[in-house]
């Protein structure tokens, strides 16, 4: 059982943080670190789930930040000119922070 542990770890030590097998040696933090790949070291899953996190409240935020512009331009002006040009603008931030 040990020795099952024991071998299981040496796998682990011997990957990338994407999975793949190591190939080059990394400074990351004042650490020497293995990686896949020749440039760069790749995240984990844990720091691209952290990452995600992150993104997903930014987003969130924004698109809060938009509807209370638009509540606030949608009340407060009398032009359904402006008003449609300030939808228009909103419309399409919403749509490029969404993709």
């Not at 899953?45 to 606030?72: G, M, P, V, W």
């Not at 040009?85 to 922070?97: P, R, W």
Request: glycine fraction near 6%; include cysteine; hydrophobic fraction near 30%.
């Amino acid at each position: 059982m040990s020795e099952a542990k024991s071998d299981e770890s040496e796998l682990n030590a011997l990957l990338c943080g994407c999975g793949r097998q190591i190939r080059y040696s990394h400074f990351k933090n004042g650490v020497e670190v293995g990686s896949c790949n020749k440039h760069i070291v790749c995240p984990t899953y844990d720091e691209l789930s952290e990452n995600l996190r992150i993104a997903n409240n930014k987003l969130s935020k924004y698109q809060k930040a938009i509807n209370d512009i638009d509540d606030y331009f949608e009340y407060a002006m009398d032009s359904k000119t402006d008003q449609k040009k300030v939808h228009q603008i909103l419309g399409n931030l919403t749509d490029a922070l969404a993709t």
